[in-house]
């Protein structure tokens, strides 16, 4: 579930699976990291962090897994229920900066019955 | 409590007229950026605001797009004159930041902008 140039890439599950959505970033110097999910219409909504001191962060039913080694990123989304389909976005930032996230492209989650 | 509140929600407007696009942010945030989302280019960042005052406005795509935040409950996004290619979902985010370190930004549900 990469997000590569242009095209939105679409993650299918079926309810009640966990679904994992993965995500590269660019910099090695960041060290805040965040997952915004967005459904249609609205705006992005946070869903969970994580700091570069760390290597994973649990909230409920979602899991976010730092490897800075290999600069990746990944969401885990246990239980997938149909009201978890949306598109969902990483971000990475630099705390030497002023907060500014870069975003990526978006993964697609859509979760069938 | 009240996340960031955006308006109008829609905006339908001809080539050639001022669009105004208005955020109020969370209360007690210090924060304030606006967005643009478009399906070319996903999320861009046009200006960072701390304490009211513009930090960062290299997002900003050229002198027909300003923003002011007149006090820590106001922002506005103008672009004069409009042009089709401005259409996108402007949306404005806030987080309540404290020296270096990196807090969540809450956003807004955006204003979605058509420039005929």
């Known amino acids: 579930g990469e997000s590569v140039g242009l095209h939105l890439p679409t993650l299918s599950v079926q309810e009640g699976d966990n679904s994992i959505i993965n995500c590269a970033y660019s910099?090695?110097?960041?060290?805040?990291f965040i997952w915004y999910k967005q459904e249609s219409g609205k705006g992005p909504q946070f869903i969970i962090d994580i700091r570069s001191n760390m290597d994973k962060r649990q909230g409920q039913r979602v899991t976010v897994l730092l490897n800075k080694t290999v600069k990746h990123l990944s969401l885990q989304i246990a239980a997938t229920q149909p009201g978890d389909s949306a598109v969902y976005f990483c971000a990475e930032a630099f705390s030497g900066g002023y907060n500014k996230l870069i975003f990526g492209a978006g993964t697609r989650l859509a979760v069938h019955p | 409590d009240a996340g960031v509140i955006q308006s109008p929600r829609h905006e339908v407007t001809e080539m050639g007229q001022e669009v105004t696009l208005r955020c109020k942010p969370i209360?007690?945030?210090?924060?304030l950026f606006w967005y643009r989302q478009t399906m070319m280019r996903g999320l861009e960042l046009l200006i960072y605001f701390n304490n009211n005052v513009p930090i960062d406005d290299s997002g900003m795509p050229e002198d027909r797009f300003s923003a002011k935040m007149p006090n820590a409950s106001f922002s506005t996004l103008k672009i004069q004159p409009s042009e089709p290619r401005d259409s996108a979902v402007y949306f404005c985010?806030?987080?309540?930041?404290?020296?270096?370190?990196?807090?969540?930004?809450?956003f807004g549900d955006g204003t979605r902008l058509s420039i005929l």
């Open positions: 985010a806030s987080t309540d930041r404290e020296g270096y370190s990196n807090q969540p930004q809450h």
């Open positions: 910099n090695s110097a960041s060290d805040y």
């Open positions: 209360s007690g945030h210090n924060s």
